[in-house]
């Protein structure tokens, strides 16, 4: 079945700095999903990738889907304290969201 | 639009019981999934309904059920409960019209089993 990996786990950030997340697929995907989950919430929806080699921007978030549509990730430019939670990235596949285990992003101030 | 609600927030149990746990849908939303969060484990999904249907399993024993009422709202139950079972149960809603739609969380259930 679609495994969804994503690396790496725990990503600790001095805030202003850049970091990225990646999530790799062992099938092509028709779509990929990222979502956030704040510690003690639940996980809210970012973004949405169709199209190979598609990339999006949210402020300072940056979205990009591989070409083969086998992988993404996430680069976060100018971290802030905002940014702490978990990362997940979801694979499509027949309305069934894989999702990968998640970055979890600390931020020290 | 009132975001999808779920009940109760926290719940505790010992090994052997049963819970049902309650998922009320953003209102016009068909679709209502359910997963399983655990720190272990990751999100893992438990199973989707639609139109009172299941329409998707993820790999969890028979222990785990559903089912989805006539006005899109959703229970899961869990029988013959083991330490296992403790995690975040989140519930999600969508409309399903495409698979390409967004899905919207509900803020969990914790079961803890002791």
């Known amino acids: 079945g679609q495994q969804v990996m994503q690396i790496p786990q725990y990503q600790h950030v001095q805030e202003g700095e850049d970091f990225t997340t990646y999530c790799n697929s062992s099938t092509t995907l028709s779509n990929i999903q990222w979502y956030k989950q704040r510690p003690g919430g639940h996980p809210v929806f970012l973004i949405q990738?169709?199209?190979?080699?598609e990339v999006k921007k949210q402020k300072r978030l940056t979205f990009q889907f591989g070409e083969a549509k086998k992988n993404s990730s996430l680069h976060i430019t100018a971290t802030q304290t905002t940014d702490v939670g978990t990362y997940f990235c979801a694979g499509i596949s027949d309305y069934k969201l894989s999702f990968g285990a998640g970055t979890t992003v600390t931020v020290r101030a | 639009k009132a975001g999808v609600t779920q009940t109760p927030r926290y719940l505790i149990k010992t090994r052997g019981q049963q819970v049902t746990l309650s998922c009320s849908p953003i209102?016009?939303?068909?679709?209502v999934s359910w997963y399983q969060q655990t720190p272990g484990q990751g999100l893992q999904f438990l199973f989707e309904y639609f139109s009172e249907t299941q329409r998707n399993k993820g790999n969890f024993p028979g222990r785990f059920s559903g089912r989805q009422f006539s006005n899109s709202r959703s229970e899961m139950n869990v029988s013959t409960l083991e330490l296992g079972d403790s995690a975040l149960y989140l519930c999600?809603?969508?409309?399903?019209?495409?698979?390409?739609?967004?899905?919207?969380f509900g803020p969990g259930t914790r079961l803890t089993v002791l």
């Open positions: 999600a809603s969508s409309p399903r019209t495409s698979v390409y739609n967004e899905q919207f």
């Open positions: 209102s016009g939303h068909r679709s």
């Open positions: 990738l169709v199209k190979s080699g």
